[in-house]
């Protein structure tokens, strides 16, 4: 589960991950000299290896400049010999000429901004230290440092005159909860390291280990020529990022200040804050989510995001336009049944950019004022190592050119350019030729499949091995999503290709619950999941057999979070597969609602009320895999990371534990400093598939035969 640090497209979701050391190669590349002076080279393509996957780069966060003449990009990659990210910022021309880096080293430079006149770029940097705002001068390439910070600056936006810069930051509570008279300790004395005193709910956050102090997210701004940042928010409140009005007078946020926001983390609302002042404006008031807050370009009508929160577990976030002055409220996508997000005003105002998920595919869209939406670009990808979840990100200029992250299954997330008014893509990047340009990848098919439960339409994709033989019978490998409340696409994925490597044929499916597929076919689990995504998944799998090539006597499954609960829930209720392995899952939900990182979220939106009253405890009893533990015959591995606060390591431990009661066989990988996100390492996102493969291997999986 992943609550994506608090929304998620109207949804509160269960990802992926893992860790571990260094690993051999899937395979090597083979070349061997015969006779003196003549070398015999093996030309034929090698599959994805292992240890491709620290050379794999990607392009996120594309900012075009004002102008459409420039891009700045984000180009991440990693580093072998201390296993974590890099990201740097590079800049190309808008005809693709002129690409050339900003930034180099090893540390994190990203959030790149244009200046309203283009002659600047904000930064946010770690390369002195801290996370600081950084600005660089795009005619001489100087650079200056503007803050101090005493935490890590949120998503930077300039002022329309150019001469300011706001951004949210974290800011620690004083003072202690509550005051005891410990006696003194005695001269060298060692009583161990002092309590943590916990009076706030939301005290553990995934990614976060240890105690997360209390705090409140608040809005800065600063001088574009540096100097002392000013705080303009204050009190027990978080506000997300700001956006500028055209006068340079006022921003937009949004926040939940209920006196209960910690029992209703959904409710946030839109406000204007004076710069000067630091006065508030509340503009909207329903219950639900609204944020986003966009002034058109005269300043007259703000768009937002949001909806009417009913509790769903899936709940599409529609576009709204109201007055400056929060009068005149009315639904801009009425009609629309996918998530709107990150809205852009066209220059003219006459309507917004925005990005949306459908069908497994990213792309962007133009809605009028009227309601009237046109899609613009396909294939709009992000980065999430080793599954293949989208994502991607855009940026508009005043000219309407488009510069945005291009994803296929054939390659992580490159830059590439567009034009509003029908002009062709351009790809202005290639930062894959040179390695997946020379490896033989599992080749990617898209197929639907109706369910065996209802014969509704289901959508997946089927990874082939390289050099696939349709003459030969392979292994299947089902590899569930997380979320539930989310949804794979036609993207590159390591870990996927990883697994075709080794001999499988891999498939992976958006079953009943995933997104971009509409709010009603999302809630189809609303209070009964796992149920008939079960369904959905083996009728799935009875379409790959009935291709021919598939052995029916070799299956094996696996998935994380989301896909970590179906896999246990499928192995209590089929012997079909030959092994099975269950990541990060929530195995009982009575635990996992009291234990995870959004105790205020789980138990209202995804059942009907708190275990403790009697009327709900049948249902989460029903839905908890540990209930069908009794009917496992299937050797199951099971994998979680020891600082996983989103599905807490306790509830694989229930699981591997029960199993190993009633004799099962089965394995635990623990993994050491890892949070949900198991995978954010390379050598994780190695190590989790060679352990995976290592315990198919054990229980027959081999490469076709």
């Not at 050099?467 to 794979?488: N, V, W």
């Not at 195995?587 to 009253?613: H, M, R």
Request: net charge negative; aromatic share 12%.
């Amino acid at each position: 589960m992943n609550r994506r640090g608090t929304m998620v497209r109207g949804a509160i979701i269960l990802l992926a991950g893992l860790s571990a050391g260094s690993f051999a190669p899937l395979a090597a590349q083979e070349a061997a000299g015969h006779g003196v002076g003549a070398v015999a080279v093996d030309t034929a393509l090698q599959p994805f290896q292992a240890l491709d996957v620290f050379a794999v780069q990607s392009v996120s966060d594309p900012q075009i400049s004002p102008d459409g003449k420039h891009v700045v990009y984000v180009r991440r990659g990693f580093d072998i010999m201390t296993d974590e990210g890099t990201s740097n910022l590079w800049v190309v021309n808008a005809d693709g000429s002129g690409q050339r880096a900003l930034t180099t080293g090893s540390r994190s430079h990203g959030s790149p901004r244009w200046s309203p006149s283009g002659d600047r770029l904000a930064y946010v940097s770690n390369q002195d230290g801290g996370s600081e705002i950084w600005v660089r001068w795009m005619d001489t390439g100087q650079e200056a440092k503007l803050t101090d910070l005493t935490g890590s600056p949120g998503s930077i936006t300039w002022s329309p005159d150019g001469k300011w810069i706001a951004f949210p930051m974290f800011v620690p509570e004083q003072g202690q909860p509550i005051h005891v008279n410990m006696p003194a300790r005695p001269q060298g004395a060692d009583w161990g390291p002092p309590y943590h005193v916990i009076d706030y709910m939301d005290f553990r956050q995934n990614g976060n280990p240890g105690i997360v102090p209390k705090g409140y997210r608040h809005v800065f701004i600063v001088s574009a020529d540096g100097g002392a940042a000013r705080q303009l928010t204050s009190g027990p409140y978080n506000y997300g990022s700001p956006a500028w009005t055209p006068d340079g007078r006022s921003l937009l946020v949004s926040a939940n200040r209920r006196e209960d926001a910690e029992h209703e983390p959904m409710d946030t609302e839109v406000y204007r804050v004076d710069v000067q002042t630091g006065a508030l404006t509340q503009l909207t008031d329903r219950y639900g989510p609204d944020g986003d807050g966009q002034p058109s370009p005269d300043g007259k009508l703000i768009a937002y995001t949001g909806f009417d929160d009913q509790h769903l577990g899936y709940q599409v976030s529609h576009l709204y336009v109201m007055n400056a002055d929060g009068s005149g409220k009315r639904m801009v996508s009425q009609g629309w049944d996918r998530d709107i997000s990150s809205p852009v005003w066209s220059a003219d105002g006459r309507g917004l950019f925005f990005s949306y998920q459908s069908e497994g595919n990213g792309k962007v869209g133009f809605i009028d004022l009227n309601g009237k939406v046109t899609k613009l670009l396909d294939n709009v990808q992000g980065r999430s190592i080793g599954r293949p979840y989208g994502g991607g990100s855009f940026s508009t200029s005043r000219d309407g050119r488009i510069a945005y992250t291009l994803g296929t299954p054939s390659h992580p997330a490159d830059l590439a350019v567009a034009d509003r008014r029908g002009g062709a893509m351009e790809r202005l990047t290639d930062l894959h030729a040179n390695l997946l340009g020379h490896r033989a990848l599992g080749q990617v098919e898209e197929i639907w499949y109706e369910s065996s439960y209802d014969q509704k339409r289901i959508q997946g994709w089927i990874i082939k091995p390289p050099h696939f033989d349709a003459s030969k019978k392979y292994p299947l490998l089902l590899e569930i999503h997380g979320g539930p409340f989310l949804d794979y696409a036609n993207v590159f994925a390591e870990e996927l290709q990883l697994y075709a490597a080794a001999g499988y044929v891999v498939l992976y499916t958006n079953p009943r619950g995933s997104t971009s597929y509409g709010q009603d076919f999302a809630n189809l689990i609303h209070h009964a999941y796992p149920s008939h995504d079960y369904d959905d998944l083996m009728s799935g799998v009875d379409a790959v057999i009935q291709r021919g090539y598939v052995d029916p006597d070799s299956l094996y499954v696996t998935g994380g979070s989301g896909g970590g609960v179906l896999t246990a829930w499928i192995v209590g209720h089929t012997h079909r597969f030959r092994a099975a392995v269950v990541q990060k899952p929530v195995i009982n939900w009575y635990s996992f609602v009291l234990t995870a990182d959004g105790p205020a979220f789980f138990y209202k939106y995804w059942f009907a009320g708190p275990p403790w009253e009697k009327a709900n405890l049948q249902n989460y009893i029903e839905r908890s895999p540990i209930t069908y533990v009794g009917n496992v015959t299937t050797p199951t591995m099971v994998i979680d990371g020891d600082l996983d606060y989103r599905t807490p390591i306790t509830e694989a431990t229930q699981f591997y534990e029960a199993l190993q009661i009633r004799g099962i066989p089965s394995m635990f990988v623990r993994i050491p400093d890892a949070n949900h996100e198991l995978a954010e390492k390379p050598s994780n996102l190695i190590g989790k598939v060679e352990y995976i493969l290592a315990w198919f291997r054990r229980y027959g999986g081999e490469s076709a035969h």
